[in-house]
């Protein structure tokens, strides 16, 4: 009798592992941000001229959509790797360890930065942090005094200050799902609203209210969600010379030819104005390995490895070419060591 329960326990083992075979993924799966997209995309190409591995399937959703999908669980119907242009946030994490995914990798790639660019034939622009902010936020302190918000009123950029252009405020920026668009708040509006005394206090007497009025992008028309898209947004810069676009500095080198970036802070974003962080918008890249997919999802260690080596990501590899600007060769050796060991997030 024990013998015959032992072999149909061993019978329903093998009925049960036979559909999970069948439902294994034979390709990596990755998806967010739109930044890091392009470097992904590229590694992917080459990892699958290899011949040994099928070429990753890449998915551009957005940096939060990125983690959305990411951290819904552990198995082949959830994305091995998600790709972000910030760190990955405590309330991502939570999420993440209450579905299950418990062990991430985290690995920080190079830099970028943010850039507000503007049609190659338009006339140049140079900007002050405190100016970016009065032409984005949904309210700014009160220009005929006192410490009172009020709706933005500034509708020409010359309304913020004589020496900019007389021309309509129009900026194509990402939606909030964008590790862009949070990179461009913190980096970006709140820099430019500490400028401001009432509000750099704010901070310190509440952190809401502060968050509330130097993070919250205005809604009447100034500021335009483009999505996920900064092919679009380089298209409509080119038929409005007037408009202005926010994306990452890695398309602007794709896009040269057509758009021009504008001066932040005396600083042009270059290679070596991010990579010193002269740039005031300079930040890092990552993408999140979900370790539970390693071994078990063919190629992923792998892909990793080609990531991370210094063909692809050093300062002369093949991502350097694309526009990504390398971590300093210390961090970089240490980053590679880490992914290499799959070493999970504390």
């Given at each position: ?213 130097c993070h919250t992008m205005r809604e009447d028309g100034a500021f335009i969600e483009a999505g996920e898209n900064d092919n679009l947004i380089v298209q409509k810069l080119t038929a409005n010379k007037d408009a202005y676009g926010i ?100």
């Amino acid at each position: 009798m024990q013998k015959k329960i032992g072999y149909l326990t061993l019978t329903a083992a093998a009925m049960l592992a036979a559909p999970l075979a069948a439902q294994a993924r034979d390709y990596i799966s990755i998806v967010g941000s739109s930044t890091v997209y392009p470097f992904t995309t590229v590694v992917a190409e080459q990892f699958g001229k290899s011949g040994q591995f099928k070429t990753p399937k890449v998915e551009s959703t957005g940096t939060g959509g990125g983690f959305k999908l990411f951290c819904s669980g552990v198995g082949v119907e959830t994305p091995d790797i998600s790709n972000a242009s910030r760190a990955i946030k405590s309330s991502e994490k939570e999420t993440c360890a209450s579905n299950g995914v418990k062990e991430i990798v985290e690995v920080k790639v190079g830099y970028d930065g943010i850039v507000l660019a503007h049609s190659k034939d338009a006339k140049p622009m140079e900007l002050e942090l405190k100016q970016l902010f009065l032409a984005l936020a949904k309210d700014v302190p009160d220009p005929k005094g006192g410490d009172k918000l009020v709706p933005n009123p500034y509708t020409m950029w010359s309304d913020i200050d004589r020496s900019l252009p007389k021309q309509k405020i129009e900026v194509l920026g990402p939606p909030p799902t964008s590790g862009t668009r949070d990179a461009l708040v913190e980096l970006g509006m709140e820099a430019g609203c500490k400028k401001f005394p009432s509000l750099k206090a704010l901070k310190e007497k509440d952190g809401d209210a502060f968050k509330a009025a130097c993070h919250t992008m205005r809604e009447d028309g100034a500021f335009i969600e483009a999505g996920e898209n900064d092919n679009l947004i380089v298209q409509k810069l080119t038929a409005n010379k007037d408009a202005y676009g926010i994306f990452g500095y890695s398309f602007l080198e794709e896009n040269l030819a057509s758009v021009k970036p504008t001066v932040i802070e005396g600083s042009r974003p270059t290679y070596d104005s991010i990579s010193s962080g002269d740039y005031p918008l300079s930040r890092p890249l990552f993408f999140y390995v979900k370790k539970a997919h390693v071994g078990v999802i063919p190629g992923l260690a792998e892909f990793v490895a080609e990531f991370t080596s210094e063909k692809a990501w050093g300062p002369e590899g093949y991502l350097a070419d694309r526009g990504l600007i390398a971590l300093p060769d210390d961090e970089r050796s240490k980053a590679a060591q880490s992914a290499k060991k799959m070493a999970p997030m504390k």
